[in-house]
Nanobody, 126 residues
Framework: QFKLVESGGGLVQPGGSLRLSCVVSGGTLDYYAIGWFRQVPGKEREGVACLSTADPPREYTLAIEDRFTVSRDIANNTIYLRINSLNVEDTAVYYC???????????????????WGQGTQVTVSS
């Protein structure tokens, strides 16, 4: 069982950038999907980006937009999500999660993830 702790959220002006961190403890991340999701009150949680740990160092990544970049620091068991060109629609609680791979690749389907962090709030406002 992994423990995931997100950090790095906060208040950002539109157009700015932010890097979220997710420290994972409790085991080694060999052959897992690591996903970033976000949720706005009243809406379903949606996938933003994910990374497959199956084939380091050339790790497969997937993101809903080019503004989102997911990466991993293997030595420190930390997964990052960088968000560029933030806009007010990016305001949400962001979660990282550990899940299963499909054919060595990660997907952004929420039901493929079963271990979650507590989330970090990102607010984009002027």
């Amino acid at each position: 069982q992994f423990k995931l702790v997100e950090s790095g959220g906060g208040l950002v002006q539109p157009g700015g950038s932010l890097r979220l961190s997710c420290v994972v403890s409790g085991g080694t991340l060999d052959y897992y999907a690591i996903g970033w999701f976000r949720q706005v009150p009243g809406k379903e949680r949606e996938g933003v980006a994910c990374l497959s740990t199956a084939d380091p160092p050339r790790e497969y990544t997937l993101a809903i937009e080019d503004r989102f970049t997911v990466s991993r620091d293997i030595a420190n068991n930390t997964i990052y999500l960088r968000i560029n060109s933030l806009n007010v629609e990016d305001t949400a609680v962001y979660y990282c999660a550990v899940g299963v791979l499909l054919f060595r690749r990660c997907v952004l389907q929420i039901n493929e993830y079963d271990q979650w962090g507590q989330g970090t709030q990102v607010t984009v406002s002027s």
